[in-house]
């Protein structure tokens, strides 16, 4: 989504955490067991006032990291490396004038099931009954790392999970995921996880372990992450959407049932109950120019709109097609955008539109199951039909519906974006694409994305056109120049990333959710790279 779609009054705030015009550097190197310098560890800094707010960068060929522009306070510093036993925290004393200079020898740790991507363990996992149920039902929300793999639990206890699941997710397990799949993935879990586990400990003692990694380069290490935890558990914020103001929304799915407000600067972030008791499983909030908030329900099937001046939310009910009230394909709402309006549309089952004035919904049966969507200049509206492969438009004058089939075959588009040529940008997510739809020509570009399965999720286009993308599998975002056809990949923070949704803020800062980790964040490039 663009940025200053609603052009003035944008109030830049003073720069988050430990990155302000001037400041100190904080630097050093990290070298492994051998004495080697080593590529590619994160070390991240923590200013104690402001203890939720992490900054993390990489520590790059020569083994080398920087933080810059840190602004004077007592900070934690720490680093994180894959197969490597962290050093304990360093505090350090940033001072003004004072460069501080701290290096760290990691010593031999292990590589463990929660470290790998889902596209690794999909290699390395021994195939069986209920792996491919697993994989294709449980991997929509959440990967393995954080639920399954970094859990003990015996045979029972893997039940019992997969039955909590069914159960708090129905809306969406229930049509997908039948009894005798749900003994299978239980019993597959329970010998891939439980307590007597058929495989090694470590993934790393399996022979293909190496071939799985991915090749990163000098250039992927320029990265700078800064991410926020959430203030309870299991608040899967799903995205981080700036609004005009400056302030950052926050949906958060399941059963957390909340929006959260983000001060960036910071870190506090406030919430907001949405009034439905089951699991609402909030899925995207998005603010509109007179400062109201919307959300979109996909677990209840409603709309929720934020009062800014009550600071409560009120929910509008979609109906359900008859015979399948209750479950997620009989109705439910994805994302949501305003059009310049005021309407407020939401994507899902299937596509509507919410009047704010009357709280009716206009419901169009031709887009039964649209997954993105937003407006160009004109006010036509693109989205697109993910199980169908298509992308749509709906003509701002004559309200008329037309529909490409995606360049290649059963795709499964995701996210779309519009860039700053009025190009759309669609990720292909079963095929591992990136195609670009040019509306005046109506003709398609492509580009196949990196690695064994790249999967595109989120999407974001930055200040310089560069195309963002997140691989879901693979826990690596990327970056396309769509001049030259180059593609960065970068290491993401944490496993099991499951970013589902870019948006660039007014500082060019590209923010993200990442749901089972319970954090939101954004990452930069410095200036130049
Ligand atoms: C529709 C989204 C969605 C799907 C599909 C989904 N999960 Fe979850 N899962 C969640 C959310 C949200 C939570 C956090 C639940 C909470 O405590 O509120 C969660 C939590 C979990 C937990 C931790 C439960 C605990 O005791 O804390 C496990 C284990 C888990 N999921 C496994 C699975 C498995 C196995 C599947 C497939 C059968 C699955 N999930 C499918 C959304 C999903």
């Known amino acids: 989504m663009k940025p200053l779609r609603w052009g003035i009054g944008i109030l830049i705030l003073a720069v988050s955490v430990s990155y302000g015009t001037s400041g100190e550097i904080v630097s050093g190197t990290v070298k492994d067991p051998s004495g080697t310098p080593l590529m590619g560890a994160f070390v991240r800094m923590r200013n104690s006032a402001r203890s939720k707010i992490t900054v ?263 109906v359900y097609e008859a015979g399948k009230e209750g479950i997620g394909a009989g109705g439910s709402k994805h994302t949501t955008r305003i059009d310049p309006k005021g309407y407020v549309w939401t994507s899902g089952f299937p596509l509507t539109r919410l009047d704010p004035k009357t709280g009716k919904f206009t419901y169009y049966p031709e887009a039964a199951q649209a997954y993105s969507m937003d407006f160009d200049a004109e006010g036509n509206m693109w989205f697109t039909l993910s199980a169908d492969s298509k992308l749509g438009k709906i003509g701002a004058k004559t309200g008329k519906f037309t529909f490409w089939p995606t360049p290649t075959p059963k795709s499964f588009p995701r996210r779309l974006e519009l860039d700053h040529d009025g190009m759309i940008w669609i990720g292909e997510f079963d095929t591992g694409r990136l195609a670009r739809f040019d509306p005046k020509t109506q003709t398609y570009k492509e580009w196949v994305l990196p690695g064994p399965d790249p999967t595109p999720y989120a999407l974001g286009i930055d200040r310089n056109n560069q195309i963002w993308y997140s691989s879901h599998n693979q826990d690596v975002i990327g970056r396309l120049d769509p001049k030259t056809g180059k593609i960065t990949e970068y290491p993401v923070p944490y496993p099991e990333n499951t970013m589902k949704e870019f948006f660039l803020d007014a500082q060019g800062r590209m923010w993200f959710g990442s749901p089972p980790n319970n954090k939101v964040g954004y990452f930069t490039l410095p200036s130049g790279s």
């Open 56 to 318: 993390s960068v990489l520590s790059n060929k020569q083994g080398h990291y920087r933080f810059e522009n840190v602004s004077p306070g007592d900070y934690s510093l720490w680093v994180s490396a894959v197969g490597y036993k962290s050093d304990p925290l360093a505090n350090v004393t940033v001072a003004a004038g004072k460069p501080i200079a701290r290096d760290f020898a990691l010593q031999q740790g292990m590589v463990r099931w929660n470290d790998v991507s889902n596209a690794q363990a999909r290699i390395l996992l021994p195939d069986g009954k209920g792996k491919q149920a697993w994989f294709n039902q449980c991997f929509i929300c959440h990967g393995f790392q954080s639920k399954v793999a970094g859990t003990h639990r015996n045979a029972q206890g893997w039940v019992s999970a997969v039955t909590f699941m069914r159960t708090a997710m129905h809306y969406n397990l229930a049509l997908s995921l039948r009894d005798q799949d749900a003994a299978e993935v239980a019993a597959y879990l329970n010998d891939m996880f439980g307590t007597d586990s058929k495989v090694p400990q470590s993934p790393a003692a399996l022979s293909g372990y190496k071939d799985t990694l991915r090749p990163f380069t000098d250039e992927s290490m320029k990265i700078v992450y800064v991410d926020y935890d959430l203030p309870k558990a299991n608040s899967f914020p799903f995205s981080a959407t700036p609004d005009k103001d400056g302030k950052v929304w926050i949906p958060e799915f399941g059963r957390a049932n909340r929006i959260g407000r983000l001060d960036a600067a910071s870190g506090e972030i406030q919430e907001f109950s949405v009034p439905f008791s089951g699991t609402a499983s909030v899925h995207s909030a998005v603010s509109a120019p007179d400062g109201t908030v919307w959300l979109a329900e996909q677990g209840s099937n409603r709309v929720g709109k934020w009062d800014p001046k009550t600071e409560t939310i009120t929910e509008y009910q979609a």
